[in-house]
Nanobody, 124 residues
Framework: QVQVVESGGGLVQAGGSLRLSCAAS????????MGWFRQAPGKEREFVAA????????YYADSVKGRFTISRDNAKNTVNLQMNSLKPEDTAVYYC?????????????????WGQGTQVTVSS
């Protein structure tokens, strides 16, 4: 089993940057692809970025491509999301999760072991 805790959220002005971290416990962390999702008030949870178990493959939602970068360090059991050029529409609670089920990387139903989330607020 894997437990994850997100951190790094906060309030930032449009155009600014934040770095989110996901700290995972459990010896099987490096076996799983990992993903970041976000949920804004009144909206469904949406895919942001994902990374394969080795870190060799990364995937991004079109809305964040070129601005966000996902990375992982299996030695430290961490997954990071570097967010640059932030926009007010990036405001949401950001969640980290492990891809423990079969399915596509961009479907939240493929993921389990969700964290509690970290709030990101981008002011205009």
């Amino acid at each position: 089993q894997v437990q994850v805790v997100e951190s790094g959220g906060g309030l930032v002005q449009a155009g600014g940057s934040l770095r989110l971290s996901c700290a995972a416990s459990g010896r099987t962390f490096s076996s799983y692809g990992m993903g970041w999702f976000r949920q804004a008030p009144g909206k469904e949870r949406e895919f942001v970025a994902a990374i394969s178990w080795s870190g060799g493959s990364t995937y991004y939602a079109d809305s964040v491509k070129g601005r966000f970068t996902i990375s992982r360090d299996n030695a430290k059991n961490t997954v990071n999301l570097q967010m640059n050029s932030l926009k007010p529409e990036d405001t949401a609670v950001y969640y980290c999760a492990a891809q423990i089920y079969s399915g596509t990387y961009y479907h939240n139903t493929s993921y389990g072991y969700w964290g509690q989330g970290t709030q990101v607020t981008v002011s205009s």
